[in-house]
């Protein structure tokens, strides 16, 4: 069953193929330092993957290794903020050195690497927009549990000058005390 999960994860976290020509490329932001970059970040919303649909409580957290590459921790709560915890680790790589706001994510070892956009940082480093060209997945993070409604309503105007189809954009519950690791 693990086995089967395991080669599941992929697919169900990212869908299959590369980003299609259909659509035009995102922007990234025009420079990202990667040192702020990294840390604790609560998604706030998104359009969400399949193994993500029932989270609650979900942060994405970075660490920027020596090899350059960026250990990620995804943590959230299945179906509730009392769930089941869960926690994949899959690992980012620069992939636009001139930038730093294209990489790519491996979830698993022989699944290629998928497509990971900053599309949107704030000058201050505390929200952001993740993307993919194919306009299949989204996720509006923060650095706090919650933003200012003003704030979330730009961002999602934002995601949906990008193409989004905002009618699959799911807000995630967060606990205010939530951290990563728990």
């Avoid at 604790?40 to 193994?51: G, K, N, S, T, Y």
């Avoid at 179906?79 to 698993?108: C, I, Q």
């Avoid at 480093?125 to 730009?154: C, F, N, Q, S």
Wanted: with cysteine.
């Amino acid at each position: 069953m693990k086995i089967a999960r395991a080669l599941l994860l992929p697919l169900g976290l990212l869908g299959v193929g590369c980003a299609s020509s259909r659509h035009s490329p995102l922007a990234t932001v025009p420079t990202l330092d990667l040192e702020r970059f990294m840390g604790d970040w609560f998604v706030i919303a998104h359009i969400p993957a399949a193994l993500e649909r029932n989270a609650h409580a979900a942060i994405e957290s970075y660490r920027l290794e020596p090899d350059g590459t960026i250990a990620t921790t995804f943590t959230f709560r299945e179906g509730s903020l009392e769930g089941e915890p869960k926690r994949y680790t899959p690992r980012g790589r620069v992939v636009d050195r001139a930038t730093n706001a294209h990489w790519e994510m491996k979830f698993v070892w022989f699944w290629p690497a998928q497509e990971y956009l900053v599309v949107h940082l704030d000058d201050a480093y505390t929200e952001t927009i993740v993307g993919r060209t194919k306009r299949d997945y989204v996720w509006i993070m923060a650095r706090t549990p919650e933003l200012p409604p003003a704030d979330y309503e730009r961002l999602v105007r934002k995601v949906g000058d990008m193409g989004y189809d905002l009618s699959k954009l799911r807000k995630v519950p967060q606990r205010a005390a939530a951290v990563s690791g728990r």
